[in-house]
């Protein structure tokens, strides 16, 4: 029995690292559709968030279902409360990839390219590492990966600050539109989230695996 109990909590694991792996690919895509001014790209990233939704349902799911009727000990308890805020993260980073996806469409319409920005290419990359190495040091249990994806995320804090004063400076770039820019700081803040949903997964890891 405590074996069928193990596969059921194997089931979870593997349910959220395919939930963080589908979130992961969906910012890509739509950071690089709105990177290299590309619609289908973009068009390809919209519907994607669909699938992030039903997948983090199917482990809330999972996860009551096991609780109610398995009895669960005190370390199966703490992966299960893991899985389900980091389900949300996973999520949540997905909402995110959704709405870069819908802005850059936005100035697509509007402008016909996007303006290139070496800081939000530069920030997304370090994003989706720290997401990435999220999903590695959850599956191995890597608890010093966790605590430096925790201070990468400081990186990113930093970029995000410096894509405020530009865009903010009606003198830099100036040929864009209010829309324009106002839509680019948005993609810059989701992105910024991005990178906090993965340094929650790596708080959460520590705590799996330490308590604090």
């Known amino acids: 029995m405590r074996r069928y109990f193990h596969e059921e909590l194997q089931d979870l694991r593997n349910k959220l690292i395919l939930l963080g792996e589908k979130a992961n690919e969906t910012a890509r895509i739509a950071i690089e559709g709105f990177l290299q001014s ?4 973009i068009e390809k990233a919209l519907p994607m968030d669909d699938d992030i ?40 980073a997905g909402d995110e990839a959704h709405s870069i996806a819908k802005k850059a469409r936005k100035i697509l319409d509007r402008d016909g390219r996007v303006q290139e ?10 994003a989706s590492g720290m997401m ?13 990966l966790a605590r430096e994806i925790i201070q990468r995320d400081q990186q990113v804090d930093q970029f995000n600050q410096e894509n405020f004063q530009f865009f903010l400076d009606s003198q830099a770039a100036p040929e864009l539109s ?30 799996l695996h330490t308590g604090e």
Request: some cysteine; hydrophobic content about 40%; aromatic content about 6%.
């Open 38 to 41: 590309d619609p289908e790209q």
């Open 178 to 207: 209010a829309a324009t820019r106002f839509e680019t700081l948005l993609i810059s803040k989701s992105v910024e989230r991005i990178a906090d949903h993965a340094k929650n997964l790596a708080e959460e890891v520590i705590f």
């Open 117 to 126: 920005t070496a800081t939000i290419a530069e920030m997304s990359r370090i």
């Open 53 to 92: 939704d039903q997948l983090e349902n199917e482990i809330s799911h999972h996860a009551v279902r096991y609780v109610t009727l398995r009895g669960p000990v005190s370390s199966d308890v703490r992966l299960i409360f893991v899985a389900l805020k980091a389900s949300h993260d996973f999520e949540r």
């Open 132 to 144: 990435q190495d999220a999903i590695t040091c959850f599956v191995e249990e890597d608890i010093e």
